[in-house]
């Protein structure tokens, strides 16, 4: 373990030895008489007259720049009926190249990772985010393009136990999933692997692990893996790439390692991979799963379509590299697809192009034009202890583009057809989404800067309820 002060890089050693918003004053504060903006400790605030009918000091309370609804202030007053998203940016010490967050359990302190090897330990304070220490990821020696530390994953029982979940690359063969003891006190203890890729012949150093949770059982384990740039693998499932893999992973304080859950698709042939649960996936970078069991994933294209999936089976195949998008059937030889789906294979139940007058991208006006593209999903909005959007986010999952920016909103019926798909708001480079102990969403940028979601309110409520 290394450990650094803000603005010193922690060394690392080698391989272990282990098994193989701005809020930007936008919306009205009931009219209040003095309102301008200032940027005050990273984050950018709504300056207000205090005393006046519907203000309120903002340090009161997070996000209490709303004034009124009580989403983010009191709790009475007009209720929007639209969800609309404005974000509140806090820079967050020491977090530049972020690339996951998690808040620790019944705390506004949060842990964070970034490409660049390490592991950073930071509070939210009200509309602030103090950093308070970070170490390097000794292990992850390789933190180019997508190898360096990707996700960050509390043990269930981490109140306990202290276990912190990381993904990364060890070098351009082998990337592991691994568990760190992690205290505030002793820091980041060495790695033990989990699991492990090896590729004997690596072409590029994209498509790694996506996203990993825990199942509600509290021992089984969820991951994204995505086809580590090789193509021909993900409709072959003898093998762990382009796939959501489920194994247990041993918990013992000294054990290492892992063994299966039963369900998946080994249980029907022998042949496949035993970890393997579902394939035909390129680059399933971002994962939620919902309350009904089933698992979402934004899996990125690679150069026509991205795509939202739903995992509500066993042996689901989503059909890359044989088809990007929805698959439909051919008639005749150099005929027009049909409107009839391919057999044995499951469509997105949302997708976008990658061209300029693609639907998503021209009902945000913010939104332009990007040669990349990056499709991303955060944690769905379920049960939160308090519910900071009048019931707008019940069974939310929020999506976006990484380079446009645009951000949406999708909700699916207990079918899993979809019942509600609008835009929501605009915000470019998100890298995760997770709902705070407070009730409201946060998002997390590539730049080290955390949204936190607020609803926006309408010009006319707010002019009623100042009158």
């Avoid at 373990?1 to 701005?22: N, Q, Y």
């Avoid at 009124?68 to 998203?85: H, N, Q």
């Avoid at 000294?254 to 039963?262: L, R, S, V, W």
Wanted: proline content about 7%; some cysteine.
């Amino acid at each position: 373990m290394s450990e650094s002060k803000w603005g010193v890089r922690p060394g690392r050693a080698g391989r272990a030895d282990s098994l193989r918003a701005s809020v930007a004053c936008a919306g009205p504060v009931a009219r209040c008489a003095v309102r301008r903006c200032a940027m005050t400790a990273g984050v950018v605030v709504s300056v207000v007259t205090v005393g006046m009918v519907g203000c309120r000091d903002d340090a009161a309370e997070p996000g209490a720049m709303h004034g009124v609804g009580g989403f983010g202030g009191s709790d009475s007053g007009p209720r929007p009926t639209e969800l609309k998203l404005r974000f509140q940016s806090m820079s967050v010490p020491g977090a530049a190249d972020a690339t996951d967050f998690v808040f620790l359990p019944g705390s506004q302190e949060m842990l964070l990772t970034t490409s660049k090897g390490e592991l950073v330990h930071a509070v939210l304070e009200g509309d602030s985010v103090r950093g308070l220490k970070r170490w390097g990821v000794e292990e992850a020696t390789l933190t180019e393009a997508a190898c360096g530390p990707t996700n960050v994953l509390l043990d269930p029982e981490f109140a306990d136990n202290g276990f912190v979940y990381i993904t990364y690359c060890v070098d351009e063969s082998v990337t592991h999933l691994a568990r760190h003891r992690w205290s505030a006190r002793d820091g980041l203890g060495p790695a033990t692997v989990i699991f492990e890729t090896v590729i004997e012949e690596p072409q590029d150093l994209w498509h790694r692990f996506g996203s990993i949770g825990f199942e509600p059982d509290g021992r089984t384990l969820w991951a994204l893996s995505g086809d580590h740039f090789l193509s021909r693998e993900e409709q072959d499932p003898r093998n762990p790439l382009g796939a959501v893999l489920r194994i247990v992973p041993d918990r013992s304080p000294d054990g290492a390692g892992h063994t299966y859950p039963e369900g998946n698709m080994a249980d029907d042939d022998e042949t496949i991979h035993p970890a393997v649960f579902a394939y035909g996936l390129r680059s399933p970078w971002r994962g939620t799963r919902d309350s009904q069991g089933r698992l979402w994933i934004a899996e990125v294209g690679l150069g026509k379509v991205e795509e939202i999936n739903l995992l509500t089976e066993v042996g689901q195949n989503f059909g890359w590299p044989t088809y990007e998008g929805p698959c439909r059937v051919v008639r005749g030889e150099g005929g027009a697809p049909s409107d009839e789906p391919c057999e044995g294979f499951v469509d997105p139940i949302a997708h976008h192009t990658r061209e300029g007058d693609d639907p998503y991208l021209i009902d945000d006006p913010l939104a332009e034009p990007a040669v990349r593209r990056a499709i991303w999903l955060g944690q769905i909005y379920e049960k939160p202890a308090r519910d900071r959007y009048a019931g707008l986010m019940d069974g939310v999952v929020v999506f976006g583009e990484f380079y446009t920016g645009w951000v949406r909103a999708l909700r699916v019926n207990a079918r899993g057809e979809v019942t509600f798909d609008r835009p929501i708001g605009h915000l470019v480079h998100v890298t995760q989404w997770r709902t705070g102990p407070d009730g409201y969403a946060y998002a997390l940028d590539i730049h080290g800067v955390l949204h936190r979601a607020q609803l926006e309110i309408p010009e006319e409520a707010t002019e009623g309820a100042s009158r």
